[in-house]
């Protein structure tokens, strides 16, 4: 078992990662992990998590009631103690806002889409958590939906929250959503995304066993159905992943963007002979805000 020392060496480890990759700003984001069978250790309220010291951190109970430290845990402890009640298996939370993912959360837009093989096989998808407002006790009942089937999810207008089997790997699958949403926004912008087959995506999940990948909740089997059934009041119990039916020669679908509807512009001869576009501050919001709706 991983000794307490070690423990609080690795939040500050991940704590400085998150912070140098901007992960974080400030104060934000907050990291725990489990202390024995009733025991959390978690980083402390208004600290910069890129300048945290192991002595910093604060044990908790299972409750939220603090056992030892000299500063108070992180205000949106309440989520982090939600997961550890849903998931016995988690030994780690971290939650930062990673800004293209944070992105996605803030334009309505999970990722969920059958984009990258090694998405599929280590997280499956990436739901988004209805808002709630943060270091109450509407976060944990947003993020209690989709934690069982989950490592990974979006939080509405607010950021990304992921878990694992020690500090380092909930902090990676923090990584591999940061680097997904990237892949997915450039695929958007260059106006189309090959899709994988959901064929290939069932072939997929039958690898994760192989590759010694133990997810929480198998794919849903159609999204298009099993996905409204089982996202209502209470649980999801497999994961959602939008992948377009092959032809059964291509493991790929060519899925194009709709392409954003453009404004009267302004153009004026550039001192070369070719046209300059020129936009005033309001066209330019007009156009990220159709781009933006285009994505949906």
Partial sequence: MTTESQLRADIVEVGRRMYARGYTASNDGNISARLGDDRLLMTPRSVCKGFMTPDMMCVTDLNGKKLQGDRDPSSEM?????????????????HAHPPIATGFAVAGIPLDRAVLAEVLTTLGSIPIAEYATPSTSELPEAVRKYVKAHDGMLLANHGALTLGTDVLSAYYKLETIEHFAKISLVARMLGRENLLARDEVDRLQGLRTSYGIKAPAPICPDPTVLGDLLSGPDQMTCQVVRAPEGDGRSRLVADPIVPVQTLPVA?????????????TYRE?????????????
């Fill in 78 to 94: 309440l989520m982090h103690l939600e997961v550890y009640r849903q998931r016995p298996d988690a030994r780690a939370v971290c």
């Fill in 267 to 279: 153009r004026a001869a550039a001192p070369d002979g070719d046209e300059e576009i020129r936009l």
């Fill in 284 to 296: 330019l919001s007009a156009l990220i805000e159709d781009a933006i709706r285009s994505l949906r």
